[in-house]
């Protein structure tokens, strides 16, 4: 794969799962598995199959449904869980073993209980088993956020000479800030000796609210793959959200020299129906998929906007799937902005002097009423008909 391709690595069926109450049956699934496809994502981490008898069951279900993305299913450095990985994922054109251990002295003292000796021991186990069961074999260093970056150096090298196809940089609770996170990845791939055999990854979650900006840095310093999620779902505060992490390339080309493969016209749909399956609403003023992502309000913006686009935007709502770019009408909307929607909508006026008096009439309802929809529109102008 060129270096200037950046993977993007989906886990809102699997991290973003485990956000408490996101839960999802096999049919949801492969239904948003489906997006994720047709919006070119590279892999779908479906589940993780040694889980329950249900995730087994999604992971299996999507690997053999998605024919163009690769899917993946987690698992511990467990024989059993990577057993039951590869038998879910059997039937996947392209599949994926991920397979994890903690490496942060917190987590190998206190949660693993283990020396750090023998947490390489059975990393390298684990990358063997994986390796004998398919070829691609991701290894992830939980909570590398806090881990000890010689402890790193190590265990990486050695998964890497253990068959390891990608490297994953957790930062599992969401603690690095995007400078001191770059540089992690700088000196990881300039010191471990065979880190040009593997393709480095990143996994942001969202604590601080800077998964996204992480993940970019990281993006700077040479990793090669993201891992994401739609809406930024995922365990408390959530993950790096796919859209942003996209977008954010694909908008600065002067800053990023890599490219995706995703098509971004599918961001808007996925997200509506990640949003409807789960239950969790997206924010309004969530970048690139909340519902206020491209309406303008404010007089000053929606005549900026009405004279030229990129007055005030900085990208298309069309080509991340929005129908329309909305202008709404409001208190602080312009007589231009005022004019335009009713051209839209077939409306004029025979003289300025008609046009003034819908529009103080539009003024004195958008004071009482927060949003004026088309209706309110028509309904005005035919008042102001009467009463001028
Ligand atoms: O946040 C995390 O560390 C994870 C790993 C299992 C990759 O989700
Ligand atoms: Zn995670």
Redesign the pocket.
């Known amino acids: 794969m060129s270096n200037d391709h950046l993977v993007i690595f989906d886990?809102t069926l699997?991290?973003g799962e485990?956000s408490p109450g996101a839960s999802m049956t096999k049919d949801e699934k492969v239904r948003i598995a489906k997006h994720l496809e047709k919006m070119k994502v590279d892999v779908i981490e479906a589940g993780f199959a040694i889980a329950s008898p249900g995730d087994f069951d999604a992971v299996k279900a999507v690997a053999d449904s998605v024919k163009d993305s690769t899917v993946c299913s987690?698992s511990r450095a467990l024989d059993a869980d990577i057993e039951r990985a590869a038998e879910a994922l059997a039937g996947a054109n392209s599949g994926r073993i991920?397979t994890?251990i903690a490496t942060s002295p917190i987590h190998m003292q206190y949660k693993l209980q283990m020396q750090p000796e023998q947490v390489i021991e059975q990393a390298v186990r684990a990358v063997k088993k994986a390796r004998s069961l398919i070829s691609d074999v991701e290894f992830?260093c939980?909570?590398?956020g806090r881990s000890e970056i010689d402890f790193l150096c190590r265990i990486i090298e050695a998964a890497i000479d253990a068959g390891a196809t990608t490297i994953?940089i957790?930062?599992?609770v969401g603690y690095a800030i995007p400078d001191q996170f770059a540089e992690t990845i700088r000196q990881l791939l300039n010191r471990i000796p065979n880190a040009d055999k593997a393709i480095f990854s990143v996994?942001c979650?969202n604590d601080l609210g800077l998964a996204v900006a992480n993940s970019l840095a990281a993006v700077q310093a040479g990793a090669r793959q993201v891992?994401c999620t739609i809406n930024g779902l995922g365990?408390r505060a959530g993950?790096a959200s796919l859209e942003e992490v996209v977008m954010g390339i694909r908008t600065r080309p002067d800053i990023f020299t890599v490219q995706t493969r995703i098509e971004p016209l599918h961001i808007v749909p996925t997200s509506r129906l990640v949003s409807t399956v789960t239950g969790f609403p997206v924010q309004p003023n969530k970048a690139i998929v909340g519902k206020n992502a491209f309406a303008h309000e404010s007089g000053i913006h929606q005549d900026g906007v009405l004279k030229h686009r990129e007055t005030y935007e900085i990208m298309k709502a069309q080509d991340v799937g929005w129908n329309t770019n909305a202008i709404v009408l409001g208190k602080h909307s312009g007589r231009n902005a005022f004019r335009s929607r009713l051209t839209d909508l077939g409306i004029s006026f025979d003289s300025e002097a008609e046009l003034n008096h819908a529009f103080a009439l539009f003024k004195q309802l958008a004071d009482k009423k927060h949003e004026i929809y088309d209706e309110d529109l028509q309904a005005l102008v035919s008042d102001s008909r009467v009463t001028n």
Do not use: M, Y
């Open positions: 886990t699997r991290d485990q987690l991920h994890f992830s939980e909570d590398a994953n957790p930062d599992t996994h979650h891992e365990e993950n």
